[in-house]
């Protein structure tokens, strides 16, 4: 089994910053290879979105909304992916989900984290 842990939403004014941070753990004995880490987002009323997704060697792709402000990062001895998100707007208001496609014992599974919410103020 993988464990996701997610922190970092909060409040801020319009043009801050924050960064999200999404810890994994593992139980032991099982051998987990990760395929891929994501970033979602979601508002009432709308389906949940990528916004940034890193692959298991390195590459990243960002949602067009997000390019050249949101910056999605792993740090592979922490277990942790982090979403530096700078220059928030109003619409970056969302509740944000960590999102793991995992290898467990050589069978893939898939992962959520249970979401933290983002509001940008005008």
């Known amino acids: 089994q993988v464990l996701l842990e997610e922190s970092g939403g909060g409040l801020v004014q319009a043009g801050g910053s924050l960064r999200l941070s999404c810890a994994t753990s593992a139980t032991s004995g099982t051998v987990v290879s990760i395929n891929a880490m994501e970033w979602y987002r979601q508002t009432p009323g709308k389906q949940r979105e990528l916004v940034a997704a890193?692959?298991?060697?390195?590459?990243?792709n960002y949602a067009d909304s997000v390019k050249d402000r949101f910056t999605i990062s792993r740090d592979r001895a922490k277990n942790t992916m982090y979403l530096q998100m700078n220059t928030l707007k109003p619409e970056d208001t969302a509740v944000y989900y960590c999102?793991?496609?995992?290898?467990?014992?050589?069978?893939?599974?898939?992962?959520w984290g249970q979401g933290t919410q983002v509001t940008v103020s005008s």
């Open positions: 999102y793991a496609d995992v290898n467990i014992s050589y069978r893939r599974q898939i992962y």
């Open positions: 890193i692959t298991n060697v390195g590459g990243t």
